[in-house]
């Protein structure tokens, strides 16, 4: 078995359990385990499970068939077009498909959606608007910042100064005031808003007014708000003066693990072109690029509804909880939440996190001002039909096992027993329906 010395003890422990016998087993013995632990994930998550977890959703099961469709595996290099090979007639206007649908959707000018993930897409930002050297300022770990914002992440890889964003804790936004003093006097190439945990918007005005005084460009990450944006339940980040989003297409916005980049800005979205080709992209998956444009279909018709019930979803959680005394954050003068997002505050957040997955509630743990939180997220749970009045139950459930301290394997049969009467069907999604509903896709 080969020696792994960069992991931690738990991942190292981990594969030195499994590795032997994986490494044991016959070519079709492996082809067997593959299966069974494909299907044993599916039924566990899917069926077993109440998944409050703010980084996933479950997507329109018709975007299955688009992701693995043979489009996926051929080679696309170049525009739509002006291809480099040949016979991919029907797949460049696939192309152009998705950049109308998701440029419609957000109401912009440009989407770059050749990138594979929301990460990707901040390195793609970071290399089109600042060069090695350069200083950028972040939300730290307390504000919900994401690792790719951050030394050890993309912007590290990218040779950046990393240095916090100044961040006003009691409000959980912005701290404009501050922010002009640091930007003065260390002259930022690039400012990033948002993170991993957005429960109210933030001064993307006020940021952008700051960056114009010292030539620094605005990036808003996106990657958990990208559905309600979609949706207008949200900020407004393009139009309050980001030159650009990023973030990934599933959490919020339902669709297939993929990324994306928006902006209004011609000169960043070429920048952005040449950076996909012929730099670091070059092919890529048209099938998920299929996926993808299905998914903000799906947005078009019912953004709004869905952007809407997730935030009721989430508003009610934060109040049942509190009421069966599980620490809910709330922000003084907003409340507890505005989107998708609770925050419940503990001491432990690690092990409160493993004990509720014991109970198979599955949530994740953030950093918050002051100290850390169950970070949870309410997109999967309304698109499998959570009502308001259904998140008391949802809470008790929690409060079972993170207030009255009982044992989780106690809880996980009523936890089962309401996934199983959520049920199987998906809301706010488009039905097998073939009508582009006047969608202009252009011509070969």
């Known amino acids: 078995m080969t020696d792994h010395p960069w992991l931690g003890a738990a991942a190292r422990a981990f594969r030195e359990g499994n590795a032997p016998r994986l490494a044991a087993l016959s070519t079709d013995q492996l082809d067997a385990e593959l299966h069974r632990l494909v299907d044993e994930q599916v039924e566990h998550t899917d069926d077993e499970c109440l998944v409050l977890y703010a980084g996933t959703n479950v997507p329109n099961p018709r975007l299955a068939a688009l992701a693995s469709s043979t489009i996926g595996s051929r080679p696309n290099l170049g525009h739509p077009g002006a291809k480099h090979n040949r016979g991919m007639v029907a797949a460049e206007q696939l192309e152009l498909l998705a950049q109308e649908a998701m440029c419609r959707l957000f109401g912009c000018r440009y989407a770059e959606l050749r990138v594979a993930s929301g990460s990707l897409s901040n390195l793609y930002v970071y290399l089109a608007t600042t060069k090695p050297g350069d200083r950028i300022l972040a939300f730290s770990d307390a504000a919900a910042g994401h690792p790719t914002h951050h030394a050890e992440g993309a912007a590290g890889l990218a040779g950046l100064e990393v240095h916090e964003l100044p961040y006003d804790a009691a409000r959980m936004d912005v701290d404009v005031p501050r922010l002009r003093t640091v930007a003065h006097e260390l002259r930022p190439a690039l400012m990033i808003v948002a993170g991993s945990m957005c429960l109210h ?17 605005v990036l808003y990450d996106a990657a958990h708000m990208g559905g309600l944006i979609a949706g207008g339940r949200f900020q407004q980040p393009l139009a309050e003066g980001a030159h650009a989003i990023t973030g990934s297409t599933y959490k919020s916005f339902g669709g297939p693990p993929s990324g994306m980049i928006l902006t209004d800005d011609t000169a960043l979205a070429g920048r952005l072109d040449a950076i996909a080709f012929p730099g670091l992209t070059a092919n890529f998956d048209l099938g998920r690029q299929a996926a993808l444009a299905l998914a903000a279909l799906d947005l078009l018709e019912y953004g709004a509804a869905y952007a809407d019930a997730q935030i ?38 690690p092990g409160d996190a493993r004990r509720l997955e014991a109970a198979n509630i599955l949530v994740s743990e953030i950093g918050i001002p002051g100290g850390g939180a169950l970070r949870l997220g309410t997109q999967e749970l309304t698109r499998r039909g959570l009502e308001p009045e259904g998140t008391a139950t949802v809470a008790e459930l929690m409060a079972r096992v993170l207030v009255r ?40």
């Not at 918007?201 to 460009?217: F, I, L, S, T």
């Not at 599980?326 to 907003?334: A, C, N, S, T």
């Open 405 to 444: 301290g009982e044992d989780p394997a106690a809880v996980r049969g009523d936890v089962v027993a309401l996934r199983h009467g959520l049920g199987s069907e998906l809301r706010f999604v488009r039905a097998e329906d073939r009508s582009l509903q006047g969608l202009d896709v252009g011509g070969g």
């Open 201 to 217: 918007p933030y001064d993307v005005r006020g940021v952008r007014e700051v960056a114009d005084e010292v030539g620094a460009h």
């Open 312 to 349: 009721a979803n989430a508003q009610a959680l934060a109040a049942a909880l509190r009421e069966r005394d599980v620490r809910v954050l709330d922000v003084p003068g907003r409340g507890p939440t505005s989107s998708q997002h609770v925050a419940v505050p503990t001491d432990d957040p």
